[in-house]
Nanobody
Framework: EVQLQRLGGGLVQAGGSLRLSCAAS????????IGWFRQAPGKEREGVSC????????NYADSVKGRFTLSRDNAKNTAYLQIDSLRPEDTAVYYC????????????????????WGQGTQVTVSS
């Protein structure tokens, strides 16, 4: 059974940091790109970041560039989203997702490209 278990999240003050984890099981993690998405109340789901299957390439949405860092440990089947300098507008439910890609392919953070999704985790940033 494919599972993406998210860990982390919670309530934090503006300017603070959080680390979200996405622990995978049931598939060959190192053959999959990982993406992170978020959905704020009343808004559509937004792609924020992705990492290639080997971890060598990452992409970030402009809204999070310089503050979010995505990494992965294929030996632990886990991806990590480090979020620094949190802002109230980062408040959202955050999701990780996975899609199988070829070794040389770049990653994308387009939701429709992903076929495995974890349950969301709430991040709330107070001002």
């Amino acid at each position: 059974e494919v599972q993406l278990q998210r860990l982390g999240g919670g309530l934090v003050q503006a300017g603070g940091s959080l680390r979200l984890s996405c622990a995978a099981s049931g598939f060959a993690f190192n053959e999959y790109s990982i993406g992170w998405f978020r959905q704020a109340p009343g808004k559509e789901r937004e792609g924020v970041s992705c990492i290639s299957r080997g971890g060598g390439r990452t992409n970030y949405a402009d809204s999070v560039k310089g503050r979010f860092t995505l990494s992965r440990d294929n030996a632990k089947n886990t991806a990590y989203l480090q979020i620094d300098s949190l802002r109230p507008e980062d408040t959202a439910v955050y999701y990780c997702a996975a899609v199988r890609i070829i070794l040389s392919a770049p990653c994308t953070y387009t939701a429709g490209d992903y076929n495995y999704w974890g349950q969301g985790t709430q991040v709330t940033v107070s001002s």
